[in-house]
């Protein structure tokens, strides 16, 4: 069991930054991958980013590639998304997960049916 809850959320205008993060509950954490997603107003939600359980690996959608970067600190609990050059599309509702898995290699098809889920935290870009 996990829990997790998400932080760093806010207003900024475009080009900014924002750094969130997701801190876990639990002994376990460095057995979970963990992953970021997204839901705007009216869309389904998005896959981000995910990182492996030891942070050597991760994956990018195609949009974010280069703007934004995973990262995790195992002795912390916490999972970290630095998003650099923020677009208004980027606003949305960000959430973490979390999947029990010590796969090298984990992306969105990792978190498929994943049970475990923080609350989210608001990004909102403006122009």
């Known amino acids: 069991q996990v829990q997790l809850v998400e932080s760093g959320g806010g207003l900024v205008q475009a080009g900014g930054s924002l750094r969130l993060s997701c801190a876990a509950s639990?002994?376990?954490?460095?057995?979970?991958?963990m992953a970021w997603f997204r839901q705007a107003p009216g869309k389904e939600r998005e896959f981000v980013a995910a990182v492996s359980w030891s942070g050597g690996s991760t994956y990018y959608v195609d949009s974010v590639k280069g703007r934004f970067t995973i990262s995790r600190d195992n002795a912390k609990n916490t999972v970290y998304l630095q998003m650099n050059s923020l677009k208004p599309e980027d606003t949305a509702v960000y959430y973490c997960?979390?999947?029990?898995?010590?796969?090298?290699?984990?992306?969105?098809?990792?978190?498929?049916?994943?049970?475990?889920w923080g609350q989210g935290t608001q990004v909102t870009v403006s122009s």
């Open positions: 639990g002994r376990t954490f460095s057995i979970y991958a």
């Open positions: 997960s979390a999947e029990p898995t010590q796969s090298a290699f984990v992306g969105y098809w990792t978190f498929r049916g994943s049970h475990y």
